[in-house]
């Protein structure tokens, strides 16, 4: 599900709770309370992935979350977000989700959302009627790594979902109310799928219509598999101007009706931001003179880069 816009975060949770590993966020949660209600990731199996590698995947007692719950809401009981940590939340057994919420309820009086990373698989396992409750307890907001629409790119990543099946998770839990907020991985297909990497991420994404989607751009992480394959050459990472090409070929060929659009992180050299259809033909004509102005490096990471 995830991958380089997660945000670290420790500050809030430093002394929350005593799991000492990297918090991670997605940028849009920077002022929620962040909840820690399991560590590690259920996968942590995806290629590019560095988040939680060294993290055994443990999901915390309903003793322990009512702890750190606690804790949140004695330091901000006005707190209206609160996002659950640490990767896919959403695969929390049934019945702890639906108890976590109900404490928040009654811990947070003022809560409105509340928010979590989910994957295909966790979407898929959930029941319509359970989706619908879990929205009604204010489960508001998922966060889903698409990484790419084909197939072929996300075998060779190792992502566990298929991109059929993250894609009729989406429409199902949409169409019950929640909200998805789906990134794409620029470069993922590297320079030998880059075409196929666009042209199906295109098809997908078009068929999701989701509420938010952002595009980051793929850096190696020291310790991934990944890393190694890049290293040794079985995997030739696009350019900086190759990857910004990457997005104005995936934005243009976009047909979304009511999206908030962000490739705005710093792992973008050119950030762009806008609201979908409205902002397409301004962001593609950003894109377009930064290409024309020649800026971009085309044969390494760029002088800027986080590569
Ligand atoms: S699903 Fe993959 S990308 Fe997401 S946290 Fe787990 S290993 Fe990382």
Known sequence: MLNTNRVADTRQNADMTRHVHRMFRPPAEKDSVLLRVA???????????????????????????????????????????????????????????????????RAFPRLARVTCYASGHSMSRLTDTALRSLRAARLHTLYMGLESGSEAVLRYMGKRDRAAEMLVACQRVQSLGLSMSVMVLLGAGGVAASGEHVRESVKVVNAMQPRILSCLRLVPVPGTPLWDRVGSGRFELLSEAGAVRELRDFLAGLTLGATVF?????????????????????????????????????HGPGSQSML
């Open 39 to 105: 560590d590690g990731c259920p996968h942590n199996s995806c290629a590019f992935c560095g988040m939680y590698r060294e993290v055994r995947y443990r999901v915390h007692s309903l003793g322990e979350i009512q702890n750190s719950i606690a804790l949140a809401a004695a330091r901000n009981p006005h707190a209206r977000r609160v996002f659950l940590a640490d990767g896919d939340a959403l695969a929390l057994p049934e019945t702890l989700l639906h108890h976590i919420l109900a404490l928040l309820g």
């Open 262 to 298: 962000r490739a705005d992180h710093s792992s973008n050299s050119l950030p762009v931001a806008g609201r979908l259809p409205a902002d397409k033909a301004r962001l593609l004509e950003e894109l377009r003179e930064a290409l024309d102005a020649g800026i971009f490096d085309e």
